[in-house]
T-cell receptor, first 111, second 114 residues
Framework: ELKVEQNPLFLSMQEGKNYTIYCNYSTTSDRLYWYRQDPGKSLESLFVLLSNGAVKQEGRLMASLDTKARLSTLHITAAVHDLSATYFCAVFMDSNYQLIWGAGTKLIIKP | DTAVSQTPKYLVTQMGNDKSIKCEQNLGHDTMYWYKQDSKKFLKIMFSYNNKELIINETVPNRFSPKSPDKAHLNLHINSLELGDSAVYFC?????????????FGPGTRLTVL
């Protein structure tokens, strides 16, 4: 059974700092997704990583995928308050077409 | 312009009642999903339909019944509502055949069972 673990689950940081959220998964997959959820809102797709070594960047966020290590990272550069949200990673299971979700990382960025 | 829409946005009801949530997508996707998000924000897949055929049917009480009249619609009917059904229910859709399978989510329906 595929398990997806995110860490940390909670992160409070100051504006201007850099930090990384980690997403580990337990079995082979080459498709990984990052989503953002603001309080009381829906989930918004941020990145789709479809192969080993994939790297995507959007503004202050950069996501990467290492399928051999079964690890994806979401790196935040020079954080700003607007990035405060809960971030989820999800891994695609070919066997049953499901996305298996991490528990989410609640990120609070203080001015 | 709304890609994935759900109605209603809020649903407050008494235990034992039956209710339905509707979902529509105008993205031309071939697959639709229902998720439950509990108070701790954990997302659990409930059902998925691909071209109107059920492909994911996770362990949920049989009080929950999905219906897909066509590829653009996936409704969720819940019988005999219980307190533990209180949660946010999200509908999503994706293009499974296309390979990328990026899922797009509706705004959610917050269900409160009293």
């Amino acid at each position: 059974e595929l398990k997806v673990e995110q860490n940390p689950l909670f992160l409070s940081m100051q504006e201007g700092k850099n930090y990384t959220i980690y997403c580990n998964y337990s079995t082979t997959s080459d498709r990984l997704y990052w989503y953002r959820q603001d309080p009381g809102k829906s989930l918004e797709s941020l990145f789709v990583l479809l192969s080993n070594g994939a790297v995507k960047q959007e503004g202050r966020l950069m996501a990467s995928l290492d399928t051999k290590a079964r690890l994806s990272t979401l790196h935040i550069t020079a954080a700003v308050h607007d990035l405060s949200a809960t971030y989820f990673c999800a891994v695609f299971m070919d066997s049953n077409y499901q996305l298996i979700w991490g528990a989410g990382t609640k990120l609070i960025i203080k001015p | 312009d709304t890609a994935v829409s759900q109605t209603p946005k809020y649903l407050v009801t008494q235990m034992g009642n039956d209710k339905s949530i509707k979902c529509e997508q105008n993205l031309g996707h071939d697959t639709m999903y229902w998720y439950k998000q509990d108070s701790k924000k954990f997302l659990k897949i409930m059902f998925s339909y691909n071209n109107k055929e059920l492909i994911i049917n996770e362990t949920v009480p049989n009080r929950f019944s999905p219906k897909s009249p066509d590829k653009a619609h996936l409704n969720l009917h819940i019988n005999s509502l219980e307190l533990g059904d209180s949660a946010v229910y999200f509908c999503a859709s994706s293009w499974l055949a296309g390979g990328k399978n990026e899922q797009f989510f509706g705004p959610g329906t917050r269900l409160t069972v009293l």
